[in-house]
Nanobody, 123 residues
Framework: QVQLLESGGGLVQAGGSLRLSCAAS????????MGWFRQAPGKEREFVAA????????YYADSVKGRFTISRDNAKNTVYLQMNSLKPEDTAVYYC????????????????WGQGTQVTVSS
């Protein structure tokens, strides 16, 4: 497992941007697929984006394609989620996740999760 700490959440107007960061601890960070999930009030947690350890493959939910970009810096043990053109429906707690497997992470079966950061988009 790796320990994960998210930051960068906040309140933004619709159409605005935010960048989330997730700092990881653990020597094997560079071998983990990293991803972001979100959970809105009264809804189930849903997949947002993921990036393979090498950065060679990324995955996005249809709802965020073209607006969100996931990236990582293995030297800094950090993964980022750049969120542009934010909409009120993007309001949620955003969680960082890590797993050695792309498939397990995208399916929500990661063995490592952060505590979450709140993103609120006002209309």
């Amino acid at each position: 497992q790796v320990q994960l700490l998210e930051s960068g959440g906040g309140l933004v107007q619709a159409g605005g941007s935010l960048r989330l960061s997730c700092a990881a601890s653990g020597r094997t960070f560079s071998r983990y697929t990293m991803g972001w999930f979100r959970q809105a009030p009264g809804k189930e947690r849903e997949f947002v984006a993921a990036i393979r350890w090498s950065g060679s493959r990324t995955y996005y939910a249809d709802s965020v394609k073209g607006r969100f970009t996931i990236s990582r810096d293995n030297a800094k043990n950090t993964v980022y989620l750049q969120m542009n053109s934010l909409k009120p429906e993007d309001t949620a707690v955003y969680y960082c996740a890590a797993d050695p497997s792309d498939g397990e992470l995208v399916a929500g079966n990661s063995d490592s999760w952060g505590q979450g950061t709140q993103v609120t988009v006002s209309s």
